[in-house]
């Protein structure tokens, strides 16, 4: 397993701090969010910051750790513009991006707020699909077209690739032993890992246990079947304080399947940058 560090609040400069500690207390990667004027309340109070130019300047400063967002919200996103800024962070850091990725939250006034923009789950869910297809499409290096349902455009080419030749996507996945939501969890299967939810109104709500992550990660292999690939699941969750508490509680998804441990503190009532600092220091757990 290994263990990332999600920035939820904090100024730029505080975020570059505290992925640069997060790089040297041995974290394996350092997470950002993306969210434009959240309708919510506590949250609407914080500050929010382009995931990306952040990201940039956090791989100027690092060299080992993975970069990422929970999660991308890429319906909101036009997918030529996010070409670029994915192509950009992929390179300045050497190869180290990964796209989780969603479908936003119909809270976000950057949906609700901008006539056309797409509102309903299904409407943004298609948006999805079509948006990381062309994305796909842009790291051949070759010239294409792109005529979806929602996502129309003529001729584009990015002719450097990213560095690896493709970035690692990890969409959300909403996770439901009685009602698998089929969409959802086959989007996964389509790329490189998933980030498991369970139904739930708050970000805490929505994680998944041991249990759950047992459930899905049987699930996934069976439909993958033996000889397939890598494939990440990041589990999202809070380690105790207590050092040994917290290796049980890694263990404890490591051997239900999670490949990774994002901690993620996420109410604002409670979160400061100098928590997450303290916390980030601590470093991940010794397994």
Do not use: C, N
Request: hydrophobic share 40%; glycine share 10%; aromatic share 10%.
């Amino acid at each position: 397993m290994r263990f990332g560090f999600v920035g939820s609040y904090g100024s730029p400069e505080q975020q570059v701090r505290l992925a640069r500690e997060a790089e040297e207390h041995g974290w394996d990667g350092f997470f950002s969010w993306d969210g434009v004027s959240l309708d919510e309340e506590g949250f609407d109070a914080h500050p929010t910051w382009d995931p990306f130019s952040l990201l940039a300047a956090v791989a100027a400063v690092t060299e080992r750790i993975t970069l990422g967002a929970l999660v991308f919200a890429l319906p909101r996103r036009r997918p030529w513009e996010l070409a670029q800024q994915v192509l950009t962070v992929d390179h300045l850091s050497g190869g180290r991006l990964v796209l989780p990725v969603g479908v936003g939250v119909p809270t976000d006034q950057a949906f609700t707020s901008v006539p056309g923009q797409p509102v309903t789950l299904r409407e943004r869910a298609q948006l999805l699909d079509e948006v990381l297809g062309w994305l796909e499409r842009s790291w051949a290096g070759e010239k294409f077209d792109y005529d979806g349902e929602l996502v129309k455009t003529g001729a584009f080419r990015f002719p450097e690739p990213p560095v690896r030749g493709r970035v690692p996507v990890w969409p959300v996945g909403v996770w439901d032993a009685e009602r698998p939501p089929l969409k959802s969890l086959e989007r996964a299967l389509r790329w490189d890992g998933i980030v498991p939810q369970v139904r739930g109104e708050s970000p805490e709500d929505a994680e998944a246990d041991a249990r759950a992550i047992r459930e899905l990660t049987d699930w996934i292999a069976e439909r993958r079947g033996p000889d397939a690939g890598p494939f990440e699941v990041a589990y999202q969750g809070r380690l105790d304080a207590d050092p040994q508490v917290a290796a049980e509680q890694a263990r404890e998804l490591a051997d239900a399947g999670a490949t990774w441990w994002l901690e993620s503190w996420w109410d604002p009532t409670t979160t400061t940058p100098e928590a997450l600092l303290e916390k980030v220091r601590q470093g991940p757990p010794r397994l």
